[in-house]
Every structure is written in structure tokens, then in C-alpha cells.
């Protein structure tokens, strides 16, 4: 997997391979930073879960690859905080919209 790659195949890839299945939230991520930063993220996340993973703030428990992958682009100097709020407050419209279905 390469940063040439089309953005969709890119975001079903690193999906994929951290189970998770909100393939959309992913897709936005690699639209919104760009197609190597998203690869970036991935194998850092990758990294980190080889290492044993993260613990939540509690630190009781261990998030999912995805929230790994997502915390490492929150805490991401290089990329825009209004850009991460954007991302999250999109995700939390979403799950509002759902839990009103």
C-alpha cells in the first residue's frame, strides 16, 4: 500500500486491517489529512498495538486498534486541531442521528 493509491482503497485497507467497520469514518480521515498521513497513523498504530497497545485514560483498558488510530491523530502536532474537531464532531452528528432512529 502505497500513498499513490486511490483514497477509498487506502481507507478500506487500513479499515481492514484495524477491524473496523465504520469504513466512512476512515475515508474522511484520509480525505481530511491526506493519503500518507493516514498510512502514517496506520503503521504507527500498528506499531503501538505490536508493542501491546494503549490504555485509556482510566488506564483499565485497552482501546481498539481504530481508537488507537484515532487518538494518534488527535494528538498529531502536524495536523490542525480544527480539522481532528471537525472529524469528531461529524462522528458525533452521525451516532445523534442514529440513537434518534
Given at each position: 500500500m502505497c500513498a499513490d493509491d486511490d483514497e477509498r482503497v487506502i481507507a478500506r485497507?487500513?479499515?481492514?486491517?484495524?477491524?473496523?467497520?465504520?469504513?466512512?469514518?476512515?475515508?474522511r480521515v484520509v480525505r481530511y489529512t491526506?493519503?500518507?498521513?493516514?498510512?502514517?497513523?496506520?503503521?504507527?498504530?500498528?506499531?503501538?498495538?505490536?508493542?501491546?497497545?494503549?490504555?485509556?485514560?482510566r488506564g483499565d483498558t485497552r482501546p481498539t486498534p481504530c481508537g488507537v488510530f484515532l487518538q494518534?491523530?488527535?494528538?498529531?502536532?502536524?495536523?490542525?486541531k480544527d480539522m481532528?474537531?471537525?472529524l469528531s464532531?461529524?462522528?458525533?452528528?452521525?451516532?445523534?442521528s442514529l440513537s434518534k432512529k
Open positions: 485497507y487500513i479499515a481492514r486491517n484495524l477491524n473496523e467497520p465504520k469504513i466512512v469514518l476512515i475515508e491526506s493519503r500518507q498521513k493516514a498510512l502514517d497513523l496506520f503503521n504507527c498504530t500498528m506499531d503501538v498495538e505490536a508493542a501491546g497497545g494503549m490504555k485509556t485514560i494518534l491523530l488527535k494528538t498529531d502536532k502536524n495536523i490542525a481532528v474537531k471537525e464532531s461529524h462522528r458525533r452528528e452521525k451516532i445523534k
